[in-house]
């Protein structure tokens, strides 16, 4: 849990070094972060492997920090000799706001990036394709040179940490709110800076104050780590289906009579058909988020048909038969 940073005055001649040790002497690619939250803008150094005012070029590495209008800029000595080349990134912190800040050398191109709280503000292309490597002096936090300390920063650092590798824009956007583990690759130093001076990479460089810095649990971030939940939620379906059940009936009645007596003859016919009924009960289906049930409903057609046919022909002959009178 991040719960504290380093608090840096500038008029009390506070800073943080770190005994020499040729870990620091990054010959090729190198990338530089921290927060910060300064209290003021001028020119004021975050970190430095510089002793300017001693022993000339071979002393004066790289300085990482910032200007007098915000803008973020690393120094570097080329290996060619000759002066020191600084970039400046297009975009400023702001004063008494937490910025994080990264300074990213590809030595390969050569080119620097600067991000600004995560982004990637500019990239510019600087003359030297690697810095010195025969550096003997100390590392500092808050302040460069040597005999005499320069460009005291004046405000609150976080998260100091130095790489010998290139950081991509997904490495810095990723972890720039969160701790790291401490054994990540191409990890030289790591000062969380978390009430104490401890370098959390294996190198263990413990940095010593100087002037007696203080600490103050004004932090840009609390959390260590972050935490990605992905919930899958199980898909239950349900389908019953009724058998459909049709029925038909058909009753027909026919009744025919036939009667011939005489020449006489008379016909009668009827028919008579019942109207067919049917009946379709709509089918209702229901479906949730979570659970979905389909249920199919009985679907019932009852057809009756009743047919009656009725002919009867009734044909009546009448003899009248005359009695001859004798």
Known sequence: MNTYSLSLSSGSGQYIFISNDS?????????????????????EVVFSKDGDGQGGAAN????????GNGNIFLTQQPNSGGGQVTATSNGHVTANVW???????????????????????STSSPSGTSVVATGN????????????????????IDEMRLWNTVRSASDISVNYQRELSGNEAGLIVYYKLN????????????????????????????????TSTSTTTTSTSTSTTTTSTSSSTTTSTSS????????????SSTSTTTTQTSTSTTTTSTSTTTTS?????????????????????????????????K
């Open 137 to 156: 002096v100390q590392a500092k936090i808050g302040a460069n040179g040597y005999s005499s300390i320069l460009n005291l920063f004046n405000g609150l």
């Open 60 to 67: 004066k590495q790289y300085v990482f920090g910032i200007n």
């Open 293 to 325: 049930t389909s249920t199919t409903t009985t679907s019932t057609s009852t057809t009756t048909t009743t047919s009656t046919s009725t002919s009867t022909t009734i044909t009546i002959a009448l003899r009248f038969m005359v009695e001859r009178v």
């Open 23 to 43: 870990l620091f002497n990054i010959t090729g690619s190198m990338t530089l972060e921290t927060w910060i939250k300064p209290t003021d803008l001028r020119v």
């Open 99 to 121: 910025n994080h800040i990264a300074a990213v050398f590809d030595a390969s191109v050569p080119s620097i990036a600067f991000y600004i709280n995560g982004s990637l503000d």
């Open 195 to 226: 009430n104490n001076y401890t370098d959390s990479s294996p190198n263990g460089e413990t940095g010593n104050p100087q002037g007696t810095p203080t600490f103050s649990t004004d932090v840009p971030f609390a959390d260590n780590t972050t």
């Open 256 to 267: 025919s009579t036939s009667t011939t007596t005489t020449s006489t003859s008379s016909s």
